[in-house]
């Protein structure tokens, strides 16, 4: 079909433009146009396969796991392009987030594009609305996930020489932390709002099924991260550490509840 031919040249040029920002670190240059217009065509392209998938459908991508996969790929390229095309600092970190993306990409090609059916739990405005915040949230920490990934490789001789134009790492681990409080905000509304989904769906807010309650769990890893950050002098390192773990629990929330839960709320059909 049309949609899956222009979702995979879209990721061709996702993948193109990760390539020219990894080599751009090793060899020490600064495309930022380029890598930016690869990014932005990728985005065109991608929006225009779930835009056709949409209509086709009926519902938007968040029944199957390749729906979510494609649409989480969406987002968080969405995000990163903002956050590289406003914060200088956040451009190099595209040679630690394109290679998280890339394996995910992977993922979705080894995941069927059946056409999926909408449960009649879904038929709710509240669901585009828990599950737009949560885009937002899981785009915050990745790039919060880049700029962390950033001042570790500065620990090594060959990531000192290579991100040595970047800010102090001190000023990196203080926008890494501003991304992580966007996130905060938006996971908290997530919450919020996904309990009044469960309300609404199946006459209950709260029931701790594995996808609320490793939500959470990162919810609980996120506050401990910007308490440890605002209120200790902790290193950056270790900041991006705890970056980092915060970054794991949500993958598993996203993309590994989906495959263990029996609940009604599982996250994908």
Known sequence: MDELKILWTALLVYVAAGSVSIIAVVLRRRPDRT??????????????????????????????????????????????????????????????????LFMVMGWLLTTSPFASHLPPTYHTTWLYIHVGLGKVFFGAVMVAVGISGVILARRSAFGASRFERLPADKHLSELAFRCMAIGFIFETLMLIAGAIWAQDAWGRYWAWDPLETWAFLTWLVLVFSLHARFTYKLSPQTGAMLVLAVFVLAFLTFFGVPFVSTAPHQGAV
């Not at 987002?75 to 095309?85: C, H, K, N, V």
């Open 35 to 100: 890598v930016l217009a690869l990014i932005a065509l990728g985005l065109a392209l991608h929006t225009l396969s779930i835009g056709l998938r949409w209509e086709r459908l009926g519902h938007g991508p968040f029944v199957t796991m390749f729906e979510i996969l494609s649409s989480n790929i969406w987002s968080i390229m969405l995000i990163f392009s903002l956050a590289y095309w406003r914060l200088p600092p956040v451009r190099p970190s595209a040679a630690v987030v394109m290679p998280i």
